[in-house]
């Protein structure tokens, strides 16, 4: 038997593999590397579990990749914004930093949280 052949209809090319001729399957290349950070994973995480289908598209058309960085731009993006918003509505300034640490870093951490839960709830989730 013949270990490569291509159909000559589809033009797919085929190896054989034991018994059976497999495709040669191969994913088209990214188009360019980007940085994926925390909030890219957990939407890839968020998609491969609740949007398979979705995943498994971005995945095979090479898309994947430049869909969680874009993510993850994003809500970098708007996280920064309302931390930065909400510190200074709030009145947590560097003054409050010298004067009294603990609580400068108290209040910062709550505002860290409270904007990460809605760029989750608006971005990562959604």
């Known amino acids: 038997m013949k ?10 090319s085929y190896t054989l593999q034991g ?9 088209p290349a990214e188009e360019e590397e980007r940085h994926i950070g925390v909030w890219g994973q957990r ?6 579990q ?14 994947l990749s430049s869909h969680l960085a874009d993510v993850d731009e994003q809500a970098q993006e708007m996280f ?3 931390v930065n918003q909400m510190a200074e509505r709030e009145g947590v300034t560097e003054q409050l930093k010298l004067e009294n640490q603990m609580k400068w870093v108290a ?20």
């Open 3 to 12: 270990q490569h052949y291509t159909d000559e209809k589809t033009g797919i």
């Open 19 to 27: 018994d059976y001729y497999l495709p040669d399957l191969i994913l």
């Open 43 to 48: 939407h890839a995480k968020y998609l491969k």
């Open 50 to 63: 609740n949007h398979k289908v979705l995943y498994m598209n971005l995945f095979t058309s090479g898309k």
């Open 80 to 82: 920064s914004r309302l």
């Open 107 to 126: 209040r910062m951490n709550n505002i860290q949280s409270r904007a990460a839960e809605i760029v989750n709830h608006d971005i990562i989730y959604n």
